[in-house]
């Protein structure tokens, strides 16, 4: 997808005049964009990033469209995406402002989370996924610490993910997973990949993707990203905090 900043463009002409009015930041600010369409919380949202020394808001948009122009336009730090836009799927802005500007940190928020988006927000390189209603000191809190090549994802997104699962699922038997099994899963769990993860361990990567492998087939997972939300419903891996 392929945006243009134009002149003509509300919703981009908002971003740019809001971005003015936040004035200079400084080299230690967290620059973030806003991309959401409901115009109150944007708002509430910008105000309450401006009152934190080491954050700031460089503007906001509202759609997927305007909010890939804006952020190639404004070049923020972090950008806070709504899963839900009406033009389309923060996932989908995502991946073109990624493409574009990959050390951009995406923190996307949602009331209705689905295992398949989270599979596509990890592999896509979004650093958090939130749910929309949740305290204002946890999104701050993950804007100052999302990293690139990590997924954190909220504890009640996973406990929503595996309270359906159970609902369209027969429960799944406690796994006898092995001590290094349980080792891989864990770090698993912390966000690392294969190769940090075969390293931490010291051993090599086909033995470490051997232990994934075996983990998810013990799991009845098709994923790692699932193999860590049935994990951590079965109380075998921490839940993971912002």
């Known amino acids: 997808m392929t945006a243009q900043v134009s ?28 991309v959401d369409d409901h115009t109150t919380f944007a708002e509430l949202l910008t105000g309450s990033l401006n009152r ?14 305007s909010g890939i122009a804006a952020c190639l336009e404004l070049l923020p730090d972090v950008v806070v995406m709504d ?13 073109a402002i990624l493409a574009r500007a990959p050390l951009t940190r995406i923190v996307i928020l949602t009331g209705d989370p689905a295992l398949e988006a ?22 701050l809190e993950t804007l100052r610490h999302a990293r690139i090549g990590g997924l954190i994802v909220h504890p009640s997104l996973v406990s929503l993910l595996s309270a359906r699962r159970r609902q369209h699922n027969e429960e799944i038997p406690f796994p006898d997973l092995t001590k290094r099994e349980l080792a891989v899963l864990r770090l698993m769990g ?20 051997g232990y994934v492998k075996s983990i998810l087939g013990k799991l009845g997972a098709h994923s790692q990203l699932e193999a860590v939300v049935i994990a951590t419903r079965l109380g075998l891996v921490p839940a993971q905090h912002a």
């Open 118 to 139: 989270l599979e596509q927000a990890a592999a896509i390189g979004v650093c958090a996924f939130l749910p929309k209603d949740g305290s204002l000191t946890t999104v």
């Open 83 to 95: 899963y839900h836009l009406p033009d389309g799927s923060g996932l989908v802005a995502a991946t």
């Open 190 to 209: 912390e966000g690392s990949d294969v190769r940090a993860n075969a390293k931490t361990l010291g051993i090599s990567e086909n033995t470490c993707r």
């Open 52 to 65: 934190e020394p080491d954050l700031c808001s460089v503007g906001s948009a509202n759609s997927v469209a």
């Open 7 to 34: 002149p003509l463009e509300p919703s981009v002409r908002r971003t740019m005049a809001t971005a003015s009015v936040a004035g200079a930041t400084t080299a230690a600010q967290i620059r973030i964009l806003i």
